[in-house]
Each structure stands twice: as C-alpha cells, then as structure tokens.
C-alpha cells in the first residue's frame, strides 16, 4: 500500500474513534510502555505532545507518570522553530501555547541540545511489519530523527501494523519498536 492511501484509511479509522475510545486506547499504549521497557536505564525521553482534535495518541498520561515515579528522567518535547522541531525541557510546571498546526508548545521551556536521546516516541498514523511509519507527510520527524540518535526509537500506535509500505525512501528513518494497545512490535 502507498503512503498516500495508507494517510486517507488510517485518519478515516481514527475519526471513528471517540474520545472514551482514544483515552481507553492511550492508557493500554502507556501499559504496554511501562510493562515492557525498563525506565530505570532511562535519562531522557522525547515525547510528541498530541494533536488532541486530530485523534492522536493522548501521552499525557505517559508525561504524569514519568513525572510522578521518574522524577531523574529528563523530558523532552519538540517545539516548531522556523519550520524544524526543536527540543525543550518540560516538568509538570510547564506552560504551554498552542501553534499554527494546533500543537501545544511549551513556553519559556530551555532548550535541549544534546543529539542523543535514551528514547524517542514518534506519532504515526500507521507502520509496516519492518518498522517503516507514516506519518502526516512533511517530513519533520524524519528530519529530527536523521540528526539525533536515540537508544530506542518507539512509534505509538492504536492500529495494528500493515504488511507493507511500498513508497519507502531514503528519508524515511524506521521504528526500532511499535506500541499497540495489544502489543509491542520490535523490528
């Protein structure tokens, strides 16, 4: 299937989903997450904040509990600077505006600057059985992932993963693990 089609299913499937269905479904991803990942090892994380309206993954639940019981781990969230994701310092004080694409960034956060991280959840819309993602097509966390490295490179996602997707490129950097509510993919 082409990344094109894949884009017009997948956002059909999620516009289906109520809100009692997204938060059912995030809160089983942040299980699967905490059950099957050793966070004792973890000392920064970088986590998309959600596009709430457009069904994505709700981790803000993963970002309480990392604030609760993780209090060493450094959590990061990308932030749209001149059309590249750049990374910030977020607690559970942070402030946050919302921008042009209906993301919420955070305000007055610091800027993180290192290119590595221990982990990195990305959004997709949908991932093949090896590890390729799509995304919503621009490209930015393909851009970010090229320049950064990441111990575990982990895609949340509420559907299941699709056999293959054809139209893969250089650009497109693959998933070391999907997170379902069901399952953890490793690839």
Request: hydrophobic share 35%; aromatic share 14%.
């Amino acid at each position: 299937m082409f990344k094109s089609d894949i884009r017009t299913i997948f956002k059909d499937m999620r516009n289906e989903l109520t809100i009692k269905d997204i938060n059912y479904l995030s809160e089983k991803i942040r299980l699967n997450l905490f059950t099957n990942f050793n966070f004792n090892q973890v000392s920064s994380i970088h986590i998309f904040l959600p596009i709430l309206p457009k069904g994505e993954v709700n981790t803000w639940c993963i970002i309480e509990q990392l604030n609760t019981f993780f209090k060493k781990i450094s959590i990061i969230v990308p932030k749209m600077v001149n059309n590249t994701l750049k990374n910030y310092y977020i607690n559970k004080d942070t402030k946050y505006n919302v921008n042009y694409y209906g993301i919420l960034e955070p305000i007055d956060a610091i800027e993180y600057t290192e290119k590595h991280f221990d982990m990195i959840l990305v959004p997709l819309l949908a991932f093949d059985n090896n590890g390729n993602r799509v995304g919503y097509g621009k490209g930015y966390y393909d851009r970010l992932l090229y320049n950064c490295s990441a111990n575990h490179i982990i895609g949340l996602s509420y559907f299941d993963s699709i056999y293959e997707i054809k139209d893969i490129n250089e650009h497109d950097i693959k998933l070391d693990y999907c997170i379902t509510p069901t399952k953890v993919h490793k690839f």
